[in-house]
């Protein structure tokens, strides 16, 4: 059924409904990813804080459609970084699944663990519709949620060794295969929170030439995952990474069209190493 327009009253009742039914997955979709700010109390006080504050559990999940392409800044942003702000002491999981197969073994992976947490997904717009976004039978009958995806390529040619989340991946390496640069690697990061570092220390070791490193994101520097993971990626890099996105801005995105355009091909030029 389609809810009432009232983002705080159903998002309330779905979170409330998660706890009377535990053992049921229970998901409650935005239409776009930016409209859950209308329920930002429920966020606040509830969904992250409730295990910490009255020892409640949730296993609610949020779908928010999330990526930039040319809508506006009304239907470009969930807000990554708002729900990022919230995480700690493992009170929730943020995860950008960027196949049909890591989404569906992230959903049976709700289910199947023992304890509940509310799972806070970004899930695509354009990728419903991209046909390089698909995933085998195989795929989906097999293997788990995988937090750390490397990108297809010889690790052992890689110099530049990209990290991003999200759409952009797919946009990188379509500019990477038709500029036929094998010097370039790229690495999904697909659960933003609880970040595991020990996996994403051995993705990067699989890497023995990699010199630069950048973190690439679509969202401008002052929202995304960049302001969570800066000083992670800092750690485990020894050094700052180079941040490659769009500027810091008031709003999350531009209002025309064509600026968006430019705003996008200038960034995968600057990911490439291609931009004068």
Avoid at 25 to 52: H, K
Avoid at 74 to 82: C, D, L, P, V
Avoid at 154 to 172: E, M, P
Wanted: net charge negative; glycine share 8%.
């Amino acid at each position: 059924y389609n809810s009432i327009l009232s983002e705080a009253a159903v998002l309330g009742f779905e979170y409330g409904y998660s706890m009377e039914t535990p053992e049921g997955l229970t998901i409650w979709e935005a239409q776009f990813g930016d409209f859950a700010n209308g329920a930002q109390v429920i966020i606040d006080q509830f969904i992250s804080g409730s295990g910490t504050k009255w020892d409640r559990s949730s296993g609610l999940v949020m779908f928010l459609p999330h990526g930039y392409e040319g809508q506006g800044p009304e239907h470009s942003s969930a807000r990554i970084e708002r729900y990022l702000s919230l995480c700690a002491e493992h009170n929730m999981q943020v995860v950008q699944p960027s196949s049909p197969a890591q989404l569906f073994h992230l959903l049976r992976r709700q289910v199947q663990v023992p304890w509940r947490r509310p799972l806070i997904v970004f899930t695509p717009k354009s990728l419903l519709r991209l046909p390089a976004c698909t995933s085998t039978l195989d795929e989906l009958s097999d293997g788990h949620f995988a937090n750390i995806l490397p990108g297809p390529g010889d690790a052992a040619k890689v110099q530049r060794l990209l990290f991003c989340t999200g759409k952009i991946y797919y946009d990188l390496l379509a500019a990477i295969q038709e500029a036929k640069r094998d010097d370039i690697g790229l690495v999904r990061i697909e659960q933003l929170y609880p970040l595991d570092s020990d996996l994403l220390k051995e993705t990067i070791a699989s890497y023995p030439k990699a010199k630069e490193f950048a973190w690439v994101q679509e969202e401008p520097a002052n929202m995304g995952a960049w302001p969570h993971l800066r000083p992670q990626l800092c750690e485990l890099f020894d050094k700052e990474p180079h941040y490659i996105g769009r500027k810091a801005a008031a709003t999350t995105a531009v209002g025309s069209h064509r600026r968006h355009q430019q705003e996008q091909q200038e960034l995968i030029e600057n990911a490439l190493g291609t931009k004068d």
